[in-house]
Each structure stands twice: as C-alpha cells, then as structure tokens.
C-alpha cells in the first residue's frame, strides 16, 4: 500500500499561472482533505471532500478549486495563483472520522 | 468558532527530562481532541487520540473539560522525540481537524 501520495513534490509557479495538485489514496477512505501549513499557523484546512462528487470549503478556500471524480483521488486547482498561495500542501484521508493519515507534502513557490 | 492554541512555539529539554507541551482549545459542544506529530523528512502521523486513553511512545494525554486542556506528557524524554507536535480537534459532526500552530520539541543530548 502506497498509502498517500502527491504530485508533484515541488513546483514554483509565477503568479497568475495556474496548477493542480493531485492527491492519491489506496486505502479506500471516504474522506480526504487538503491542508496549507504556513510557518507559526499550523495546518489550515482548504477543502475537503466525504465522498466521490462531493466537496466543502474549509478554513482558508478562496483562490482554490477541488474536484473529487473518483473516490482515490482529491484534486487541487489553483487558477490563478498569488505569491500569498506559497505553502506547503498537506492532502490528507480517513475512514469517516477515524485517524486522518497525511501525504508527504507538495512545497509550491509563487514568485 | 472552534480553536486550539499551542503557546510554546520551541520547546527544549534535555534527555531524561519530563515533557509537558501544552494545548488549550475552545469548542462549545463535546470536541474530540488529538496529537500528531511530524518528525525530521516525515510525513504527519497520529501519535494519540484522547478517546483511545492510550500511552504511545510514552505520550500520555488527558483531556480536561474544566481547564479546556489537552496536554502531552512524558516522564522521561528521549533524543528521538525531538519533532513537531501538533494538538488538533475536532467537532461533532464535523469531519475535519483544526491544527494548532505547533510546538517543535528539542531533546538535547
């Protein structure tokens, strides 16, 4: 089991360009999420997904997209990207609301 | 609004020291409360949930209603505890976890 993964690892972006960032899980969840940590904020919750064709707005959605088609993967669109969107992007999945378990990370720089 | 805060941002100890990183948070109805910790080149994981009452690594955690704390402790820190430690909640009836900012705890040799 690969458990979760994330595409790509890195990416550095010029503003106004757009991307996508893929989430992938074998593990059969529900439920997936994706996350931005910022220094000194923690991770803050973007969006996040209970179910194939179904998504939500978390904390922090403005200036993201998501798409849930299938039920292994979670996608993050940013279409218009800003040097604010700098981040490092956390996907996350569970079993309903049982332990969350976390992808290695996406580091993005907006120049 | 849900919220948990972690007040030490670094938190340094010398090995065989006790531990103690705080986490206070406020929620109105009955949260559901956690630890995660990420380690050097790691990914995020699970070090222990309140509901469970478990001891993981030599962690515990207690959740106090009174004091709206959710404390980890350890008596005796060792140099591979040296990580981030995030304390995160969760509502009822909500799906997702709100993170604290972290604490990076030190154990110096």
């Known amino acids: 089991n690969a458990g979760v993964t994330q595409t790509p690892k890195f990416r550095v972006l010029k503003t106004g360009q757009s991307m996508t960032l893929l989430c992938a899980q074998d593990?059969?969840?529900?439920?997936m999420y994706w996350y931005r940590q910022d220094p000194g904020m923690g991770l803050r919750l973007i969006h996040y997904s209970v179910g194939e064709g179904t998504t939500a707005k978390g904390e922090v959605p403005d200036g993201y997209n998501v798409s849930r088609l299938k039920k292994q993967n979670f996608l993050l669109g940013l279409e218009s990207a800003a040097p604010s969107q700098t981040s490092v992007y956390f996907c996350?999945?569970?079993?309903?609301?049982?332990?969350?378990?976390f992808g290695p990370g996406t580091r993005l720089t907006v120049t | 609004a849900q919220r948990v805060t972690q007040p030490e941002k670094l938190l340094s100890v010398f090995k065989g020291a006790p531990v103690e990183l705080k986490c206070n948070y406020s929620y109105s109805g009955s949260p559901e409360l956690f630890w995660y910790v990420q380690y050097s080149r790691q990914r995020l994981q699970l070090l222990l949930r309140h509901i469970s009452r478990e001891s993981i690594k030599g962690f515990t955690a207690d959740l106090n209603k009174g004091e709206t704390s959710f404390h980890l402790k350890k008596p005796f820190a060792q140099e591979e505890d040296s990580a981030m430690y995030y304390c995160?909640?969760?509502?009822?009836?909500?799906?997702?976890?709100?993170f604290g900012s972290g604490t990076r705890l030190q154990v110096q040799p």
């Open positions: 995160a909640l969760s509502g009822t009836g909500r799906r997702a976890l709100t």
């Open positions: 996350a999945s569970s079993f309903q609301n049982y332990e969350q378990y």
């Open positions: 593990m059969n969840h529900e439920y």
